[in-house]
């Protein structure tokens, strides 16, 4: 007996979350287009759905509505979309734009953290685009121990990511997201055995 794919459990998890949270079915639709084209790359290059980056188009939406309240289709769609990790499953701008709109598009247009001025730019966002950075950013970190194609060298960056930019950002946009953040931040240190 095969096992289901563990991209659609998510898909049907990210739908009940959406229906608890009253999002109409006009946006819940929306939604699910969203993640159906986010794990498209996924599907074809990833393959392992155990693989940390396999399940984050619906991780990053789910992070928005279960812990901040996020019910508007067009920012949940758009951390979908958003990738800042790995370039060969990130959407082009014009692809998003074409499916799902200008606001999607730009939403979804994270900042990627080896910007030089990436907490001006994110502080000086739109509180949306902020949120959608953030919850995007948390679930990267979050499953940074797992990702077996990463160095200590790049998880000690995202930790100093983490600290110089988002967790301040986080503070000035979203408590729960600040709290997680430093939360994932005293924990992420202990396990590379720094301060």
Not at 21 to 46: C, F, I, K, N, W
Not at 63 to 88: F, H, K, W
Request: glycine share 4%.
């Amino acid at each position: 007996m095969t096992r289901p794919d563990r991209g659609t459990a998510m898909a049907a998890s990210l739908a009940r979350a959406a229906r608890a949270a009253a999002v109409d079915p006009a946006g819940a639709s929306l939604l699910a287009r969203a993640h159906a084209q986010a794990m498209a790359p996924r599907t074809t290059l990833v393959g392992d759905d155990h693989h940390p980056t396999y399940l984050h188009p619906g991780r990053v939406p789910l992070i928005l509505l279960r812990d901040v309240g996020v019910t508007d289709v067009e920012v949940l769609a758009a951390s979908c979309l958003a990738e800042t990790e790995d370039e060969e499953l990130r959407l082009g701008d014009d692809e998003i734009r074409a499916a799902f709109g200008d606001r999607v598009a730009e939403l979804a247009a994270v900042p990627l953290p080896t910007l030089e001025e990436l907490a001006e730019v994110l502080v000086t966002a739109a509180r949306e685009a902020r949120l959608v950075a953030l919850a995007e950013r948390l679930d990267q970190v979050r499953h940074a121990h797992l990702r077996n194609d990463r160095d200590d060298v790049w998880r000690a960056a995202a930790l100093d990511g983490v600290r110089e930019v988002y967790l301040p950002v986080a503070e000035r946009t979203d408590a729960l997201l600040a709290q997680r953040f430093r939360h994932w931040s005293l924990a992420f240190a202990r396990r590379l055995g720094t301060k």
